[in-house]
Structure formats: C-alpha cells, structure tokens
C-alpha cells in the first residue's frame, strides 16, 4: 500500500501540533527547540507520537502538500475538558474551531482523505454521543465511512452495531463509521516502564495486608463495595483509600451518594449502622498522593511498596454499570507490579484483558462474574469471592503466590513490550477496505 500521510496544519521543529484547536504559546513552545513546557494545562497532541510516528506506511505531512491523489489522515485529539457536544455542535463545532482547512475538508469529502477522532481517552460511545457524530458529519455532508473513531471503549464495534440496527443505519461503506478500540493507559505505562526498575516478586512471603484498593471519584460500585468488604471486615485488613467527600464535588458527601445509589435501588443487605460504622473511618488514605499524574501513572514508584505488602488488588474500573467496557490505567497498574487482581469492570472487561494478551486468575477463583450482564448481581458475586479469600490462611496463601508467579511474569512482560503497532495496522487495514 502507498503511504498514508498523516496530515497537520501546524508542524513545528520537533514534530506537529494538534489539529483540534488553534495554537497557542504553549503548544509552539511544546514542539520548539530548546524550550521545556513546565505545563500540563493544556492538550498537546499524542496520536502522532503513539500510533504513527516511525510506522510503516505512515508519514507526515502538511496541509500545504495535499492533493487529490492523496490518502491521508487529518487527526483531531479530543480532550475531557470539553463535552462531546461542544465538539459536534451542528456547523458551530469541531471543524470549524479549529479552522480546518477547506482543501482538506473538500479532499475528506471527496477523496481519499479521512478524519480521525482520537477520543481514546475516554469511552464515549453512548448513543447520545454517536448520534452527535454521525449528525456534525452529515451535516457536512461528509461520508461516515471517511470517520475513524478512536475510543477507549473495548466493546466499542458491538455496542456501535447494535446502535446502528436500532437506528436502521445501512451496513455500507458511506453510512458507518470506523472503529478502534485503544486502551491509550495501556501504552502510557509502556513509556514509564522503560527506566523503572523490576519489580521481585516474592512468593514465600506472606503480605500484611490481603487487598490493595485504590478509590478517588464516587461511582455506585465503589462506594457500595467499600460498605459491604467494611461490613465483612475485609476493609480494617487491607490498603483502602475512599473520600468522605468527592474530590471535585466537595459538596456531594459518601452518604449522600450511598443514599441515592445503595438503600433505594438495591438490595446488598446493607443497613444504617453499616454505613455509620465505615464513616466514622473515612476519609481512607493509603498513601496520600493527590497530584493527578502521579495518581494515574504511579511514576515515581513510591507505591510498590503497597503493592508487595498486599495480597491482590481489587481494580474499580471506571465503568460498571454501563455496557461499554473501559480499560483504563486502573487495569493495567496490577501487571506493572506482579500483583494479581480482582478486575470490577464492565460485563467482559475480564474477556477484553485476556483478548489482549493478559492472563487472568480463573484457575484460582470463579470469574463468572464477568459474564454477569447485571451489575448488581456481578457486583454480588464479587463481594462473595472477596469474602471467600478473606478466608485464606497463610499456607493457602504462599501456595497461591508460589502457583500464580508464572502469570504475573507473563503479564508484567506483555505490558513492558506492548507495541500500537497493531493499532495502526488496523487503522491502515480499515483504510484498505
């Protein structure tokens, strides 16, 4: 196949700047010589750098350059700080914010060229956000076939197919976006892994503590989960954090989430008492750490110690509920460490790690659980299993660490060596087709 331009408006010393705003001092000074950006404040592009950058038939491009003849890709990385409506406002959104130019806009159109939406930060693919998509573009009158949607959804084609048959959208090339699926966390680590040390695993020592959960946003899962492991003495044994207030909404209290989302819509047999008896304990603190990007990357491995003083963690993923499956940085911190995991994701979030090259732990304990299409009942059984190794003595435990190093060594080496090439032989594959 010819090359696939990947294709910027703005291309500075040290690479491109993103497509999906326009510049400011900060992302000149990002991709300028001699010049350190001490900022996070702003959103400087990545999909360049992480999926496309030295790949074969990948290279890069101006706006300036392209004509008719052309197969290339302009991509637009979207950031959290703005709503997916914002984005596809109709004729008041992404193109026109960001000026895109008209030659690339007709090329897009008309020719071979493509949008790509990395949102893979996010798993936005609800049917409010796909109808956002598909309306901005066809008011446009882009085809949705020239539309590559990048999300962190990891069930992202199933949900987007049964959207399109409930919303009668033709399975043909013009009518449908295309989809992948990028666990960009995953990656991230990839980076971090590089110049850390090893972590040792030791599997004739018996840890202080049985599970390692780490908790920031209130979620229904988490919080009811802290209540029910708090009730079975599970939470006094183990490294919990778990606000008393919401760490963005210092108004919005653990009780009153618990409320709303515990005693009026479930029946996990938790009481008044039970939830006084955890808030005497809370805020739970393990470490103490609050800036964000130690919070999500673990960098500077003042956390391992946690992890080597505890018997698995319990991962609360930031889907539950819902039936998109995300795998976010949560998911992956586990396997940095060799530590086993419990993985409190959305129906087949367990599936999606193993379809990605991660083993997982059914040969110790039931993981039907991630079969479980309700959440309450997947949620139940969780806090079963949790109960049932909380029972463990310690021969049970070495046992169970000298059986299960094998995995943690897989996993640990599949993380440390994950590549996006794979990422964008699928983008180049979806192209061809």
Avoid at 271 to 290: F, H, Q, R
Wanted: proline fraction near 5%.
């Amino acid at each position: 196949m010819n090359n696939i331009k990947i294709v910027y408006s703005w291309i500075g010393p040290r690479g491109p700047i993103m497509n999906t705003e326009l510049p400011n001092i900060l992302c000149f000074a990002n991709v300028a010589t001699d010049v350190i950006v001490n900022s996070q404040k702003f959103w400087a592009d990545g999909v360049y750098y992480s999926i496309f950058l030295n790949t074969e038939p990948y290279q890069l491009a101006s706006t300036m350059d392209i004509n008719e003849n052309d197969t290339f890709i302009y991509p637009f990385s979207l950031a959290w700080r703005h709503s997916m409506k914002t984005y596809f406002t109709p004729f008041n959104g992404l193109l026109e914010y960001s000026h895109t130019p008209n030659n690339i806009i007709h090329h897009v159109r008309m020719h071979k060229g493509y949008f790509l939406i990395d949102y893979s930060i996010e798993a936005f693919i609800l049917p409010e956000h796909l109808h956002l998509i598909h309306t901005y573009f066809k008011n446009h009158s882009i085809p949705l076939g020239k539309i590559i949607y990048v999300t962190g959804c990891m069930n992202a084609t199933e949900r987007y197919n049964i959207w399109c048959q409930q919303n009668n959208i033709p399975d043909t090339p013009n009518d449908r976006i295309k989809l992948v699926s990028y666990p960009v966390s995953k990656y991230n680590f990839v980076n971090y892994m590089v110049d850390s040390i090893e972590p040792i695993y030791d599997t004739e020592f018996v840890p202080d503590k049985l599970f390692l959960c780490w908790n920031r946003r209130f979620r229904p899962h988490r919080t009811i989960l802290a209540l029910a492991l708090d009730k079975l003495g599970i939470v006094d044994r183990s490294y919990y954090s778990m606000g008393r207030y919401d760490p963005e909404f210092g108004e919005h209290s653990f009780e009153n989430h618990l409320y709303i989302n515990v005693f009026e819509h479930n029946d996990f047999n938790l009481t008044g008492p039970d939830l006084k008896k955890l808030l005497v304990k809370l805020p739970l603190v393990i470490d103490g750490k609050t800036e964000m990007f130690e919070l999500c990357t673990d960098k500077s491995g003042e956390a391992r110690t946690f992890y080597q003083n505890s018997l698995i963690s319990i991962v609360t993923e930031t889907n539950f509920d819902l039936d998109e499956v995300t795998l976010t940085e949560k998911a992956f911190k586990p396997a940095k460490e060799k530590h086993p995991f419990i993985l409190v994701g959305g129906k087949g979030a367990l599936k999606a790690m193993r379809d990605d090259g991660f083993m997982t732990f059914g040969q110790f304990w039931d993981e039907s659980y991630d079969n479980i299409s309700d959440w309450q009942q997947r949620l139940r059984k969780i806090i079963e299993l949790s109960e049932q190794i909380s029972r463990w003595n310690n021969e049970q435990i070495i046992d169970f660490k000298r059986k299960v190093k094998p995995i943690l060594e897989h996993n640990y080496n599949v993380l440390k060596n994950s590549s996006t090439k794979h990422i964008a032989e699928k983008i180049k594959i979806l192209i061809k087709e």
